[in-house]
Structures are given as structure tokens and as C-alpha cells.
């Protein structure tokens, strides 16, 4: 398939691979977080750690969408779908996030709330067309590359005069929260977490273009690599990292630059800027309160927006004491120390929000990688063990 | 017996009618649809005697008997229907025992207000797929819900079969050091169904894979009766169903990504929707598990066969207390290919 197979082809990878291994300094160490959940996915999901030398450690970040939100704004969004006459629309992922008291939107929906899953937003304003009577609300969640689509449904809601849709907003930012992380105490002060560099999104890149991340790699001394979610895309990125690493650079690079520009979608950019503001805090799972770090409808909008059409309770409920998604989210974790993952917590029944996205650290750990934790003796790797009967 | 074509002194209106729920009511009505649509088109001795049941010789032996609810949506799709996939689907599961299958039951679920077309239409389909098959529908029934109640037309068939002597095909024969051999590429038939469904409004040149199965799995039990395992990847895909047989059995299973054949067209598709085509449905291939020394004979077998033709052998199994179904990426990586976790999208079968 053209465009697809040139970025997954297997023998380009052996090559990388061992251009890699030459690169990196086996007396050093690398420690690379990949932002996004796509490059979490993508990493899992063709094995890339067993191209990677042993000193070269990828830390899963928290751009999962489905991931860092908060329990709190799940069972918001059941609130919303129990109030008389809504229809809630939400993307597949959210309807098995677990909220409070072991509820999701899937139960909610099994107890009789109407909650459809929709692949855009504008079937979502379809539905609200072809249904006067109910209400129907958007729960749009993601980061920068969401909400454009959010804002020309609700422009087009507005074109058509739709009195009966609206959006419970969750869009969510990517600068500030790498910001964040390279300010937690783990990294900042404490030096427990080594993040040495980050792969950036690549999505999220063709929206906001490469210039937001000039930042915090000058303030923060930290290079970045914007690149694309197929494999090879992946681990050109590790390798122009670890160089910079080498070269003490600490500059923004463009891996993806197939798809991003230093200045991102400007159309995008201004219909976003035209119609969302930024929330002094919103809450973040794993990260906790950080502040400009989602955006709201602005007052012009006001009439498409579900906090302001219902009363939409602001709760927020500690997650389970045991779950340590927010300590994943933050890279101060990995999925196996935690006492749920693989026990309590799979992806058929996630205790948290990383074990229920595919882009989930737990969920890509459990799904393509837990046999990498299986106790020494089993067959590991691409060589069968000698056989035993069983 | 013929009934006198006066007993319904009108023809069912196929081209405008609708099923109301008189046809399911055990009067003259349901009477009509029997035989104007169902014995009309099924037409075979068992159920022309007009029976509850169906009775007829069966040879001596081992038998095995099977039965498999169709819910799919949409009911049409590229390369069949809910029809010719009731009669599929279920002549695949009695050959997955290596059987020979025999005969078919057949249900209908009928949402009143159906069009009688689209029944028509079903029902053509499902007593070609039949005849091609050689395998007869000879009993079945009839029920109409209420509108509301059910989603157009669900169809349950139950199927039997003979197993020649000697042969013993089960999920939990695989054994490590087995060869892991697919019939042909993989995922053609869910990503047909989607292609179909409103919300996906793509249109690929994909068609069904769906096709009965049970010559190709006679001439390979004729070549090998030694085969440990047969099954289809249905719901769940290549991916679910091996998960299912490394558990069954006991054992480990290693494949290799880029041994395993899948069209670019399908290929494509998944790209798009975000699927893996490992989880996505087939309706017409088949996954053999056999001792590693017969293995090339089988691969020879099936691509001689029409529905064989891109038979692979994809990997092996092997020794495993996790029984982790492990591949090998196209990249060199390793990963787990897991049972699927919820749902990839609803109703493909």
C-alpha cells in the first residue's frame, strides 16, 4: 500500500536498528518519553523495544485523550446522558472508562440512557437533525487535533439554527502538559524520573505546527522530535534524539515533516482561536490540576455548550488507591508495577483509565507486550525453547 | 401431498408486501409464507413432507451437530446476505470437525412490517447457497415479533454432519511443534460489512469471503486424517480464534506478521478505520493446525482448491504455560496478538 508500506518496511528497520545501536553510547543511558498514545501504540504494537539497545528506555507520556480524563468529567458525562430527553454522543473509547462507583457510559447506556457511538462529530449533528425532540450532546474529548472537527460541527450547528446540540467540552492541551511533567518534582527537583528528550505528536503537530514546542526545549534543555506514528517513523526519531543527546543539542526537530510545518494549520488554528478560550485549570488525570491547559467555548458560543445549558456537576472523585495510572501518566511508573495491572485491571475490565484505550500504556503493555514479563524460563523472544510435552 | 393452490386464494405480494404478524400466527397466513417462500424454495423430500420435523437415514458413525445465531447488519452486503451466510457459517462449523455435513435446520426471526421482498430475496440466496452446498435445509420455523421487537430478520441455523472413521479434529489437539497453516487472506468478509454500513460511507471493491468450506476441508482430511485442529476465524478473527485454540490445547503459538496474506484492499480499509485486520471476521477461510511433516502436503491441498488458492502456512506452535500467542512483527519486534477486548464494531455475523 503506497504511503503506508515505505514508513513499515521490516528490512529499513534492521538497518535502523543497527544504526541506532552504533549511535548510542553504551556507557550512557536514554531516556526518551513518546508523548503521545500513538507512538505508544505504534511502539507496542511492532515491537520496537526488541530493536532498541537495552539502554535506550522509552517512557510512555500521557497523550492518550481517553486517558487523562479525570473520573470527575466521565461521570459528568453520565450525569448528562441520565438527564431527561439527552442523547449523549461520544467516541467508542470513552464508553469503557470507568467513572466513580464502577459506572462507565456502557452501563449507563445497558441501564436505558441513550448514548450512541459515533465515528464523527458531524454524525452526531445528523443525529441531532434527524431527532428534533432530544437533546443531543457532543462529549468531545482530545487534544489539538479534535478540536477543530468540535468547533465546525458547532459552526454548522449554528449555520443551521440546531437549538438541540450542544458540546461538554474536554478539549485538552499538549504544551502545557509536557510543561507539567518536566515541572513535577519527580523530574525537576526529586530527579527520580530521567527524561532525557521527547518524541513529539505527530497528529497533534499538523494542527499546532512545530513552533510551540521551541519553549520548553530552550527553557527546559530538552530535545524534541516531532514524528509521524508508523514504525519507521518512530525510530528515525530515537535516532535523531540520541545524536542530539550526544551533541548536548537541545533543539526541535521535524521528523514528520511530510505533514507538519513550523506554523501547523493556520485555518484550524483561527476557527479554534475564534471559538474556544482557555480554562484558568482544568484537571488532569495522573497530572492533577494544570492550569491553561483546556479550553472552553467562549460566550458567543455559549448556546452550544452543555455546562451552560445544564448544571453539570464539578466533582472530582479520587481515583482507586491501588490504580497507578496517574503515576504511569507521568512516566514515574511503568504498567507492571502497578498491583492491578494484569490482576484486577485487563482491558475487559479496566479499573483505569490507561488499561482502556488501545493508545493506553497498560492497555498497549497488556495487549502486545506482557510477555515480556513473563517469569524467566518461558519461551521468550523468536527462538522456541526446547520443547517440552505438555 | 400438494395443497390446493385455492387454500390461499391470492399469491403473497413479493415485490410490495410486508411480514405482519398474522404470518407468524400458525393460520393460513403463516401457512402461505411456508409454502409459497420457504418449501417453494428449499424445496427437498424431508421438508416437502410438511412435518414439524424432518426424518431421514443417517449413516453410522460419529456425528456432529452444531447451531449458530445470524444477527448481522446490514443483511446485504458485497458477496452475500444474512441467507447465504446462515448456511455458510453453519456448513463451516460441522466441517470443522472434519465432518461432512448432512443436513440443515433453519429459523426465522421476523420483525413485522419486513418487506416480503427482501424475505424473497433472503431466502433465494440461502437455498442457493444450500444447493451449492449439497447440504438441504429440512426443517426450519417461523416466528414475527412485533415491530420494535427484533431488528428485521435474525435467522438461526443447526447443522449435522458425519465424521469419517478415523478422524479426530478438536481445539485441543494442538501440539507444540505443530505447523500453523490459514486457507487465504484474512479480514475480507468484515471489512465487506462495513464498507456497508451508513456511518462508513466508503465504497471498496472488497466482497464477502463467505463460502462454504466443506469440500476443501474433505479433500484435506482425505490427505491427512491425521489433522489435529480445524476452525474458522469468525468473530474475533485469525487473532481470537488461535487465542482460543493456544488455550483449548495447552499450548504456545508463534506466528509471523508478513506470513500472513491480507488483500491491500483490505489492508487500506483497516488503515482507515483504525482495525487490525488479525481481529477482523472471515466467513471462508479456515485455520489448520497439523503435525509439521504434513504440512506441506495440506498447503498443497487447499491452494489446489478454488477457496484455497492463498493458503499460508503463518507459524507454529510451541511449548508455552501462558499461553501466549506470540508474532513477529513485520519490523523484527515481538508482540502478543491478544484476544480482542470489547468489540472491534458490532454484529458482522
Request: glycine share 10%; hydrophobic share 40%.
Amino acid at each position: 500500500m503506497k504511503y503506508i508500506d515505505e514508513f513499515r518496511d521490516g528490512q529499513v528497520a534492521q538497518s535502523m536498528a543497527k544504526a541506532i545501536a552504533a549511535e548510542a553510547d553504551p556507557a550512557g543511558s536514554y531516556h526518551i518519553m513518546e508523548f503521545c498514545g500513538g507512538h505508544t501504540h505504534a511502539i507496542s504494537r511492532y515491537g520496537l523495544e526488541d530493536l532498541l539497545p537495552a539502554n535506550v528506555r522509552m517512557i510512555h507520556g500521557p497523550g492518550c485523550p481517553v486517558c487523562v480524563l479525570p473520573i470527575g468529567r466521565i461521570d459528568a458525562a453520565i450525569w448528562l446522558a441520565r438527564q431527561d430527553g439527552v442523547t449523549l454522543c461520544t467516541y467508542g473509547d470513552m464508553l469503557r472508562v470507568p467513572g466513580s462507583k464502577r459506572l462507565s457510559l456502557l452501563k449507563a447506556k445497558a441501564e436505558g440512557c441513550d448514548i450512541r457511538m459515533v465515528y464523527s462529530t458531524l454524525d452526531a449533528l445528523k443525529l441531532a437533525q434527524s431527532m428534533p425532540e432530544r437533546q443531543v450532546v457532543f462529549f468531545a474529548i482530545g487534544f489539538e487535533t479534535t478540536t477543530p472537527p468540535t468547533a465546525v460541527a458547532i459552526k454548522q450547528a449554528q449555520a443551521l439554527g440546531l437549538k438541540n446540540f450542544s458540546v461538554f467540552c474536554n478539549h485538552v492541551l499538549t504544551p502545557s502538559a509536557i510543561t507539567q511533567i518536566l515541572d513535577s518534582p519527580e523530574v525537576r527537583e526529586l530527579g527520580t524520573v530521567k527524561l532525557d528528550a521527547f518524541i513529539g505528536p505527530a497528529h497533534v503537530s499538523t494542527i499546532i505546527g512545530s513552533r510551540p514546542y521551541e519553549y520548553f526545549a530552550e527553557e527546559y534543555q530538552r530535545p524534541v522530535v516531532i514524528a509521524g506514528f508508523e514504525p519507521l517513523d518512530v525510530l528515525q526519531a530515537v535516532r535523531m534524539l540520541i545524536r542530539q543527546i550526544n551533541q548536548g543539542r537541545f533543539e526541535v526537530e521535524n521528523e514528520f515533516s511530510r505533514a507538519v510545518t513550523r506554523d501547523g494549520n493556520e485555518k484550524a488554528k483561527s476557527l479554534v482561536a475564534e471559538m474556544f478560550e482557555l480554562r484558568r485549570v482544568f484537571e488532569w488525570r495522573g497530572l492533577g490540576l494544570v492550569p491553561y491547559s483546556a479550553l472552553r467555548l467562549k460566550e458567543a458560543y455559549a448556546a452550544w455548550d452543555a455546562e451552560r445549558r445544564w448544571d453539570v456537576p464539578q466533582d472530582s472523585p479520587p481515583d482507586n488507591k491501588a490504580c497507578e495510572c496517574g503515576a504511569i501518566l507521568r512516566g514515574v511508573k511503568r504498567p507492571m508495577d502497578c498491583k492491578l495491572f494484569g490482576t484486577i485491571c485487563t482491558p475487559e475490565n479496566p479499573m483505569g483509565s490507561c488499561m482502556v484505550s488501545a493508545e493506553g500504556a497498560c492497555a498497549a503493555h497488556w495487549t502486545y507486550g506482557r510477555f515480556r514479563d513473563a517469569e524467566p524460563g518461558m519461551p521468550q523472544g523468536p527462538e522456541p525453547e526446547e520443547e517440552e510435552t505438555e | 401431498m400438494t395443497l390446493p393452490r385455492r387454500a390461499h386464494p391470492r399469491p403473497l405480494d413479493l415485490k410490495t408486501g410486508r411480514v405482519d404478524l398474522t404470518h407468524g400466527g400458525g393460520g393460513r397466513a403463516m401457512a402461505q409464507l411456508v409454502e409459497e417462500l420457504f418449501i417453494k424454495g428449499f424445496d427437498n423430500e424431508a421438508l416437502n413432507q410438511r412435518n414439524d420435523q424432518a426424518a431421514f437415514d443417517v449413516p453410522a458413525g460419529r456425528m456432529v451437530m452444531t447451531t449458530d445465531g445470524y444477527v448481522i447488519s446490514p443483511l446485504f452486503f458485497p458477496g452475500g446476505d444474512i441467507g447465504s451466510l446462515a448456511v455458510h457459517g453453519t456448513v463451516n462449523d460441522v466441517a470443522m470437525a472434519g465432518a461432512v455435513p448432512l443436513s440443515l435446520s433453519a429459523g426465522f426471526i421476523i420483525e413485522e412490517g419486513f418487506p416480503l421482498a427482501d424475505l424473497k430475496r433472503i431466502v433465494d440466496s440461502m437455498a442457493k447457497a444450500s444447493r451449492d452446498a449439497g447440504v438441504p435445509v429440512v426443517t426450519g420455523d417461523t416466528k414475527v415479533v412485533e415491530k420494535g421487537k427484533g431488528d428485521g430478520i435474525f435467522i438461526t441455523t443447526a447443522g449435522i454432519g458425519m465424521v469419517p472413521a478415523g478422524v479426530v479434529i478438536s481445539g485441543d489437539r494442538a501440539k507444540p511443534g505443530d505447523a500453523i497453516l490459514i486457507s487465504g487472506t484474512m479480514g475480507d468478509h468484515g471489512v465487506a460489512v462495513m464498507s456497508q454500513r451508513e456511518s462508513l460511507g466508503f465504497e471498496t471493491a472488497i466482497l464477502s469471503d463467505s463460502a462454504a468450506l466443506h469440500t476443501m476441508v474433505a479433500e484435506m482430511v482425505a490427505a491427512v486424517p491425521g489433522i489435529h485442529v480445524l476452525r474458522d476465524p469468525t468473530r474475533g478473527g485469525l487473532a481470537a480464534t488461535l487465542n482460543e485454540i493456544a488455550s483449548q490445547s495447552g499450548v504456545g503459538m508463534l506466528m509471523e506478521e508478513a506470513l500472513v496474506p491480507v488483500k491491500p484492499e483490505v489492508r487500506g480499509a483497516c488503515e482507515l478505520l483504525g482495525l487490525d485486520p488479525l481481529y477482523v471476521a472471515n466467513e471462508g477461510k479456515l485455520i489448520c493446525i497439523c503435525p509439521e511433516a504434513d504440512a506441506e502436503t495440506l498447503l498443497a491441498v487447499m491452494r489446489a482448491h478454488p477457496l484455497g488458492v492463498d493458503a499460508a502456512r503463518i507459524g507454529a506452535c510451541r511449548a508455552d504455560t501462558h499461553h501466549f500467542v506470540q508474532m513477529k512483527t513485520a519490523m523484527g519486534g515481538m508482540r502478543v496478538v491478544d484476544w480482542l477486548a470489547g468489540e472491534q464494531l458490532p454484529r458482522i455475523c
